[in-house]
């Protein structure tokens, strides 16, 4: 527990929300997958049951600056960018995310 706050500090990628994520560099930016867990159960037989209620809100921002754009690789979409608050997405239970984030130029 201690680690994962230690090294969430150390990369330039902010996410706030209830998921697990990875962070990946790009020859544009940043790319940064995200997994909402919740809301899957999985009995030991039978059939996954899925609580679609337990969707998630995450919030991404770079540390150092601002966003300047941003797309969602899984629905081939642009995202809306808040400038430094960067962008906000909604992962349904069970659900993914692929984000690529572009800094702005200083």
Do not use: C, M
Not at 12 to 19: T, Y
Not at 60 to 73: E, T
Request: charge should be neutral; hydrophobic fraction near 45%.
């Amino acid at each position: 527990h201690l680690l994962a706050h230690l090294a969430s500090d150390a990369t330039p990628v902010k996410v706030e929300g209830d998921v697990e994520y990875l962070v990946n560099r790009s020859t544009r930016g940043w790319i940064v997958t995200l997994f909402n867990d919740e809301g899957v159960f999985k009995p030991q037989q039978g059939l996954a049951q899925i609580d679609r209620s337990a969707s998630v809100n995450v919030k991404v921002s770079l540390r150092g600056g601002a966003v300047s754009n941003a797309a969602d690789w899984t629905s081939d979409q642009a995202l809306t960018v808040n400038g430094r608050a960067g962008v906000t997405v909604k992962i349904p239970a069970g659900g993914i995310a692929i984000v690529e984030l572009t800094a702005a130029s200083k």
